[in-house]
Nanobody, 122 residues
Framework: QFQLVESGGGLVQPGGSLRLSCTASGFTLDYYAIGWFRQAPGKEREGVSCITSNGEFTDYADSVKGRFTISRDNLKNTVYLQMNNLKPEDTAVYYC???????????????WGQGTQVTVSS
C-alpha cells in the first residue's frame, strides 16, 4: 500500500525553525519527485517546494525562497523541508505529494500524505 507520512510539524515562535519529513512506505521514492504544499485556514492549498527524483532540480514558491530548503535522502526513503526564519504567515497544514515529475498543478499528484500542522506564533 502506497503511503506518505509527514512529520516534524509543531508550534514555533516567529524566527524559529522546523524540519518537516516526508517518508514513504510501500514504495520507493527513488523514482518520484516530491512536492510540498500547504493550506492555511480559509485559503486554498498552495505549492511550497518541489524536488526531482534525483535531487538535481528544486523549486520554491517566492514566499519561501531563501528561508526553506528541500532535500532528500533516498536511502532513508525520505524528503525533508527545512524551514528557517518562520513567519506567522507560514502557519498551515503542510502536505507532501509524490509524482514522476515536479508539477505546478497539484492535481497532477497522485499520492498524498495526511498533512502535518505548522503553527508560527508568539
Amino acid at each position: 500500500q502506497f503511503q506518505l507520512v509527514e512529520s516534524g510539524g509543531g508550534l514555533v515562535q516567529p524566527g524559529g525553525s522546523l524540519r518537516l519529513s516526508c517518508t514513504a512506505s510501500g514504495f520507493t521514492l527513488d523514482y518520484y519527485a516530491i512536492g510540498w504544499f500547504r493550506q492555511a485556514p480559509g485559503k486554498e492549498r498552495e505549492g511550497v517546494s518541489c524536488i526531482t527524483s534525483n535531487g538535481e532540480f528544486t523549486d520554491y514558491a517566492d514566499s519561501v525562497k531563501g528561508r526553506f530548503t528541500i532535500s532528500r535522502d533516498n536511502l532513508k526513503n525520505t524528503v525533508y523541508l527545512q524551514m528557517n526564519n518562520l513567519k506567522p504567515e507560514d502557519t498551515a497544514v503542510y502536505y507532501c505529494a509524490a509524482e514522476t515529475s515536479c508539477y505546478s498543478d497539484q492535481r497532477e499528484y497522485d499520492y498524498w500524505g495526511q498533512g502535518t500542522q505548522v503553527t508560527v506564533s508568539s
